[in-house]
């Protein structure tokens, strides 16, 4: 299996650039035989997020989209809504901060008081009252053809990206039926859905016609996130979490874990499935593009 070509990465709306500045950096060690080696690593750095005046979170960052990570975060924290009009979004790289603006006056000192920490990684933090809002959820009645979940596992492994280059990363993507069409990368899966999120928010796109895959495992904070942005089916290269499951099932979340070549597993939602190929005439995984199994 080869990388994608030129042609499909311009099938990305948004496509990871391994080459980018400041993404990466060339470490030197030395191997097991005690031979140097020199090392492509990701770096990550601190974003300070403020809400209008108030100071939401620092978050540890790649420091790509710093825009979209920031406008994704407040909402899938409740702290936007589509209806806020937004007034500015201000980034100073000196400082590492991003302001959002908005015409409405924004007060959450009671939320703030109640932010618990998250079982992700790169210190993800979630609020207290985040069940909010998923009472009552109702997701749209969307379908899923087997084909494009395999078609998506295949061209999303297919793409150059921060993991391939370096490792130590999450990405996820929003896709349309076998399209693949944001993909976003970061330290924290939380992060890279955030910043799908907030690509959502920012160009007015709608989830209920939407797969979003992610190479993270499938917990509570996942499913609520996925959600709040009114996305139907959420895929994972990874596992469960049995909370995470629960909830994607209170919410009509069709939740599919360890696709990986020609399997996967279907937790919740089976309802949305179209089987319409046979696993085994589904591409298989070359081993050169293995990512994180189950259990990670």
Request: with cysteine; net charge negative; hydrophobic share 35%.
């Amino acid at each position: 299996m080869q990388l994608a070509t030129e042609k499909n990465i311009h099938d990305y709306v948004i496509a990871p650039d391994p080459t980018a500045a400041r993404l990466t950096r060339a470490v030197s060690g030395h191997d097991e035989h005690g031979d140097g080696v020199t090392v492509s690593v990701v770096e990550e750095r601190p974003l300070t997020i403020f809400l209008n005046s108030r100071e939401i979170v620092t978050a540890m960052t790649i420091g790509d989209y710093p825009d979209y990570l920031a406008l994704g975060f407040l909402r899938n924290q409740g702290m936007l809504t589509t209806a806020d009009k937004i007034t500015g979004v201000d980034y100073d790289e000196d400082i590492e901060t991003i302001v959002v603006r908005t015409a409405r006056e924004t007060d959450y000192e009671d939320k703030l008081s109640r932010k618990t920490r998250t079982s992700g990684c790169a210190v993800g933090t979630v609020f207290g009252d985040m069940m909010e809002g998923i009472e009552g959820l109702t997701l749209p009645p969307a379908s899923v053809r087997t084909s494009s979940l395999y078609a998506l596992s295949q061209k999303i492994n297919r793409t150059p990206s921060l993991y391939l280059e370096a490792g130590a990363i999450h990405g996820t993507v929003l896709c349309q039926g076998d399209r693949p069409l944001v993909y976003m990368e970061d330290v924290g899966r939380h992060n890279a859905v955030d910043k799908v999120a907030g690509w959502m928010l920012a160009e007015g796109v709608e989830g209920a016609d939407k797969i979003l895959y992610t190479t993270g495992r499938l917990t509570s904070e996942m499913v609520i996130k996925t959600a709040h942005m009114g996305i139907p089916v959420l895929v994972s290269r990874s596992g469960f979490t049995a909370w995470g499951v629960e909830i994607a099932r209170d919410v009509g979340l069709t939740l599919i874990g360890r696709m990986r070549g020609q399997r996967f597993t279907c937790l919740s939602g089976e309802d949305r499935l179209i089987r319409d190929t046979d696993p085994k005439h589904a591409p298989r995984e070359d081993s050169k593009h293995h990512r994180k199994g189950a259990a990670k």
